[in-house]
């Protein structure tokens, strides 16, 4: 799930491909430690693991409970946990985030990042986007969008003073995600703005006192992509950490959208990472590229192994892997790994994935050019592979009755695209994503007509093509290809991306493997 190292004085970005916004990161000695949103999804808030920076591993999940994590059935698509931010302190590690299915903020704690965390001190207070910091006193404050403050004690989620009023930012709309650091003299206030997506930007404020006031940095935002023509769009969330060598770096979210105008992202908000220079008392940072360049002495690559980004799961372990999510929840009795060992064995809850409760366990899709395979024995039930968004966005590869349908849904329309029988007992499913690289203004209608990359034989305006096949006797075969703008945030709103899952929504059926594999190509 990590970025490729393409030298030794470069890194790729994002560092965390894929849904994986709202980043927040903390160091300990030579470690790095961070998470994201999760939303709608259990187990909820991945936390990862890094030596530089750049190549991180999931190490876990923050919220991998029922009792941290209320999440109700019918839950909105993009509700449930938003904007965790991790601190440590005291010996422990700290992460602060807001679950807006039950309006309200939680803390949790735990001495090993790993786990397991503690059950949690739930705030009563208003907002979203919460954050941590300790004054020089020991008191803790916790911030929250708007902007605010209030003196807390961690322990109970007691409000002992406040609202502070803070800096709010510039004047663009939603001043959010507040970070609060004690740098030197000074408290710096971390504030971002615009909105989460092509408006967002990142700006600065500092104070002698963590009660303020706060005087705005010279130049605000300091970083932003608005109005640019940058690939990346989308910049801020920001959270600052220092390195083991003194050097300053920021992890934000971004979007790489594709297509022609308007440009559709599939992928979500994914997680960058830009070095940052101090001049004059003030961070400096950005522009945020694919290709990053790290500062000359203190690269912050080290050597590892490039992570090529497949995933092989044959589910012969103990239990499933951390980077496995279920929309709202993951009930026992809806998934087994060991009544047929080696298999991972679903059980339908609900009987649709066009509304909340159906049995999904699924991953994120982290490339835009990717094949997510499955191997399948769907018994008398009904199961497949399905590219998702939410109830109301998802195409479907599935298998009952001995037939392969492909169906899609899209808003409030729902149609089976295409049948192919099959024998009976196992099948191989695969759902495969590829990017449009548009062809040029002087190319012919003969030329568009003929490109692989105009499927529907004009000059392509969404983003990607879904393609579906299935493994037959005589090879694989192409049921059907899909628009893939229909799977986007542009269409189907929110705060998610896709993923690839694995569900049952009648009876039950058995996974034999999920594998899913990038697709390399130099034009994505």
Known sequence: MSATQPSAQTYRNPVLPGFHPDPSVCRVGEDYYLVCSSFEYFPGVPIFHSRDLVNWRQIGNVLDRAGQLDLAA???????????????????????????????????????????????????????????????????????????????????????????????????????????????????????????????????????????????????????HRSTNQPVQATGHADLVQAVDGSWWMVLLGIRAKGQWPPYHVLGRETFLVPVRWVDGWPVAGPVAEVMTAPAGSPPVQAAPPD?????????????????????????????????????????????????????????????????????????????????????????????????????????????????????????????????????PTATAADQVASPEAPFGVRPAGCDTVSFEVQTHDGPVVLAELDGRYLSTEVAAGFTGRVFGMYVTKGSAAFDWFDYLPVPTDRN
């Not at 509700?79 to 309200?104: L, Q």
């Not at 971390?190 to 006192?209: C, F, Q």
């Not at 590869?397 to 849904?409: A, F, K, P, W």
């Not at 192919?420 to 495969?432: D, E, F, M, S």
Request: glycine fraction near 12%; include cysteine.
């Open 74 to 224: 019918d839950a909105d698509a993009s509700g449930g946990v938003y904007a965790p931010t991790i601190r440590h302190h005291d010996g422990r590690f700290w992460m602060v985030t807001t679950n807006v299915s039950i309006g309200r903020h939680l803390i949790v704690t735990a001495t090993d990042p790993a786990g397991p965390w503690s059950d949690p001190v739930y705030l009563d207070l208003p907002h979203i986007d919460p954050s941590l910091a300790w004054d020089d006193n020991g008191d803790c404050w916790v911030t929250v969008s708007g902007v605010e403050s209030y003196r807390i004690d961690p322990t109970t989620g007691t409000v002992l003073e406040g609202p502070v009023p803070m800096w709010s930012g510039t004047g663009g709309q939603y001043p959010e995600a507040p970070h609060l650091y004690r740098i030197g003299e000074w408290w710096y206030l971390l504030v971002s703005e615009g909105g989460t997506h092509t408006g967002h930007a990142v700006s600065v404020a500092r104070s002698r006192d963590i009660r303020g006031p706060f005087e705005p940095g010279p130049v605000n935002p300091f970083l932003t």
């Open 308 to 440: 090529p980004g497949d995933h092989r799961d044959d589910f012969d372990g103990a239990g499933l892997a951390p980077g496995w999510i279920s929309p709202r929840g993951r009930p026992e009795k809806s998934w087994s790994l060991t009544e047929r060992p080696g298999w991972l064995t679903l059980h339908a809850d609900g009987t649709t994935l066009d509304r909340a409760g159906a049995t999904v366990v699924a991953r994120r899709q982290q490339h835009h050019d990717c094949r997510a395979s499955v191997h399948v024995d769907p018994g008398a039930g009904r199961a497949g592979l399905t590219l998702r968004v939410d109830e109301a966005h998802h195409y479907d590869l599935e298998v009952s009755d001995g037939t392969v349908r492909v169906l899609g849904r899209v808003g409030p329309f729902r149609q089976v695209f295409a049948e192919q029988r099959v024998p009976a007992g196992g099948v191989t499913l695969t759902i495969a994503t590829r990017t449009h690289h548009l062809l040029p």
